[in-house]
């Protein structure tokens, strides 16, 4: 029950906050530890009035397996390099993983006005351990750029951040299914 209740009350303070702000943000900011995760980052402006042309997502150190998922009238790029951890997968280990994703509009007309909203998905198998983590966006415009890349000092409260990067709790959930009788 105490992880239920946890998981409940960082869901609606994640919820929360992500109504009060206009900031690129996790659509699900709550997953479970060592799980896949369906991330859905949503762009709710561009750039001082510009069009969102542009969009490129840090992956954080620990989370592996990450792929981009297609969205129509735009290329999608990826960044490789050595994981901080090496991992298990279908007997081969694993040593390199996908760090940046990178989504560009094919043209002007495929580019996100600033008066509309969207969402960029891709997917990612978190880390095994719990904790907030944060996922750095910057979203590029027809004029200028957002860096949502901040992440808040212990203690610091991140909507006293200009540019916060888009958090994520991952919870200890498979700890719920166990208990005694």
């Known amino acids: 029950m105490k992880i239920y209740t946890q998981f409940v009350l960082a869901l609606a303070t994640?919820?929360?906050?992500?109504?009060?702000?206009?900031?690129?943000?996790?659509?699900?900011?709550?997953?479970?530890?060592?799980?896949?995760?369906?991330?859905?980052?949503?762009?709710?402006?561009?750039?001082?009035?510009?069009?969102?042309?542009?969009?490129?997502?840090?992956?954080?150190?620990?989370?592996?397996?990450?792929?981009?998922?297609?969205?129509p009238g735009w290329n999608i790029s990826t960044k490789i390099g050595k994981l901080a951890e090496p991992y298990e997968m279908h007997g081969s280990k694993i040593t390199e993983g996908v760090q940046e994703i990178t989504w560009t509009a094919k043209g002007p007309e495929n580019a996100l006005p600033n008066a509309l909203a969207d969402e960029f998905v891709f997917r990612v198998t978190t880390p095994k351990k719990p904790g907030a983590t944060w996922f750095k966006v910057v979203q590029g415009c027809d004029k200028g750029s957002n860096e949502w890349v901040e992440i808040p000092a212990a203690g610091q409260d991140a909507h006293s951040l200009k540019s916060p990067a888009a958090r994520l709790d991952i919870l200890d959930v498979q700890a719920a299914g166990s208990h005694s009788h």
Do not use: E, M, W
């Open 14 to 71: 994640s919820l929360t906050a992500v109504a009060a702000l206009s900031h690129v943000v996790l659509d699900d900011p709550v997953a479970a530890a060592g799980a896949a995760y369906r991330a859905v980052l949503r762009v709710g402006h561009g750039c001082d009035g510009a069009s969102t042309n542009s969009l490129s997502v840090t992956i954080p150190s620990g989370f592996v397996s990450a792929q981009p998922l297609v969205k």
